[in-house]
T-cell receptor, first 115, second 111 residues
């Protein structure tokens, strides 16, 4: 089954403790992206990647890192989480940049709470 | 810079009634427009998309949307809603800045 898999689904952590949210897709997509969803703000892009070893900042990259060592994986790293990073995070992938040539496929989300 | 406005944060509709969710966009060239739906606890699913051609596009689950260039709008419609349509709906525009989402409209279905 074609899917984007994020783990974990729920995560509670404390300020400053490094964490990684994993994202994996099995559709051989070149493009992958991370979004955060906050009430009243909709979805905002954090980082995106057009292919292996190619990553770029989105609208709200501060406090986040990503890597794209393999085509299927695009982990989101919070080196020193802070409470303002409490949010619902979504990973997404598609064949090419943006949604022009294929729709974005979304994971089911990771709800992160930083205390 | 491109932007998307969904003016209604919440909409309540009775089951069986018709639905229209509003979306206005700002983009200098011909936009590529999308509607996504997010059911509770789920990721986003593409409902429909507009690239060019016929301004009335059909999507999944009985939804349709009409692109009106003169009004910079891409409103989502459904003639008769079902309780399972209760969800968050996002309009998005794909332009030079990538994919930009509106803030979403929360649809509540009354029995």
């Amino acid at each position: 089954e074609a899917q984007v898999t994020q783990n974990p689904r729920y995560l509670i952590t404390v300020t400053g403790k490094k964490l990684t949210v994993t994202c994996s897709q099995n559709m051989n997509h070149e493009y992958m992206s991370w979004y955060r969803q906050d009430p009243g703000l909709g979805l905002r892009q954090i980082y995106y990647s057009m292919n292996v070893e190619v990553t770029d900042k989105g609208d709200v990259p501060e406090g986040y890192k990503v890597s794209r060592k393999e085509k299927r994986n695009f982990p989101l790293i919070l080196e020193s989480p802070s409470p303002n990073q409490t949010s619902l995070y979504f990973c997404a992938s598609s064949f090419l940049q943006g949604a022009l040539f294929s729709p974005l496929h979304f994971g089911n989300g990771t709800r992160l709470t930083v205390t | 810079a491109q932007s998307v406005t969904q003016p209604d944060i919440h909409i309540t509709v009775s089951e069986g009634a018709s639905l229209e969710l509003r979306c206005n966009y700002s983009y200098g060239a011909t936009p590529y427009l999308f509607w996504y739906v997010q059911s509770p606890g789920q990721g986003l699913q593409l409902l429909l998309k507009y690239f060019s051609g016929d301004t009335l596009v059909q999507g999944i689950k009985g939804f349709e949307a009409e692109f009106k260039r003169s009004q910079s709008s891409f409103n989502l419609r459904k003639p008769s809603v079902h309780w399972s349509d209760a969800a968050e709906y996002f309009c998005a525009v794909d332009g030079a800045d990538g994919l930009t989402f509106g803030k979403g409209t929360h649809l509540i279905i009354q029995p």
